[in-house]
T-cell receptor
Framework: ETGVTQTPRHLVMGMTNKKSLKCEQH?????MYWYKQSAKKPLELMFV???????ENNSVPSRFSPECPNSSHLFLHLHTLQPEDSALYLC?????????????FGEGSRLTVL | KQEVTQIPAALSVPEGENLVLNCSFT??????LQWFRQDPGKGLTSLLL?????REQTSGRLNASLDKSSGRSTLYIAASQPGDSATYLC??????????FGPGTRLSVLP
């Protein structure tokens, strides 16, 4: 596989469930990102990991918990979400320790919270 | 704080037309600017990356220009096709390791 792969592509969960989104990049990049895209709103940065360390946490509620076990994998653990958390969650990667590299995105995980 | 706007918000053109999409940013101290394409319900596909030292970048029928001093970039699409229908977004680096995205231009190319 090449590029950035996200699973699952679609997820429906109740407010009391616990689930995880997974992202894997095959580009040899050292930075990975989670973005949230809600209807009619610009992309919002959630988290950035550089060299497996979290470098950005953009005031995200604690019900979203990221994990970066290595430079190729990124997870977003979800628990006790709210209906307003329903959105497209996009993972991206880039090369470099600053935001000078080209961003590459996965296909996204469409999350619906009932 | 970096802010990015895109004009127009939506555009509908007949097939074959040449068109221009606009992106404006408030802080001109940027390393680069990137244009993306997004199909409905899908992720973003990188189209062009312009470094701050470049004035333009070309890929096939796409040409992107960058004017840092005026805080503007344009994406020119030549001989548009129905397959070009999508939302086009621009993004610039912000403080730290963040990128700020514009709201996008939704393009429809009619056969």
């Amino acid at each position: 596989e090449t590029g950035v792969t996200q699973t699952p592509r679609h997820l429906v969960m109740g407010m009391t469930n616990k689930k995880s989104l997974k992202c894997e990049q095959h580009l040899g990049h050292n930075a990975m990102y989670w973005y949230k895209q809600s209807a009619k709103k610009p992309l919002e940065l959630m988290f950035v990991y550089s060299l497996e360390e979290r470098v950005e946490n953009n005031s995200v509620p604690s019900r979203f918990s990221p994990e970066c076990p290595n430079s190729s994998h990124l997870f977003l653990h979800l628990h006790t979400l709210q209906p307003e958390d329903s959105a497209l969650y996009l993972c991206a990667s880039s090369q470099g320790t600053t935001n000078t590299g080209e961003l590459f995105f996965g296909e996204g995980s469409r999350l619906t919270v009932l | 704080k970096q802010e990015v706007t895109q004009i127009p918000a939506a555009l509908s053109v007949p097939e074959g037309e040449n068109l221009v999409l606009n992106c404006s940013f408030t802080d001109s101290a940027i390393y680069n600017l990137q244009w993306f394409r997004q199909d409905p319900g899908k992720g973003l596909t990188s189209l062009l990356l312009i470094q701050s030292s470049q004035r333009e970048q070309t890929s096939g029928r796409l040409n992107a220009s960058l004017d840092k001093s005026s805080g503007r970039s344009t994406l020119y699409i030549a001989a548009s096709q129905p397959g070009d229908s999508a939302t086009y977004l621009c993004a610039v680096p912000n403080y730290g390791q963040n990128f700020v995205f514009g709201p996008g231009t939704r393009l429809s190319v009619l056969p």
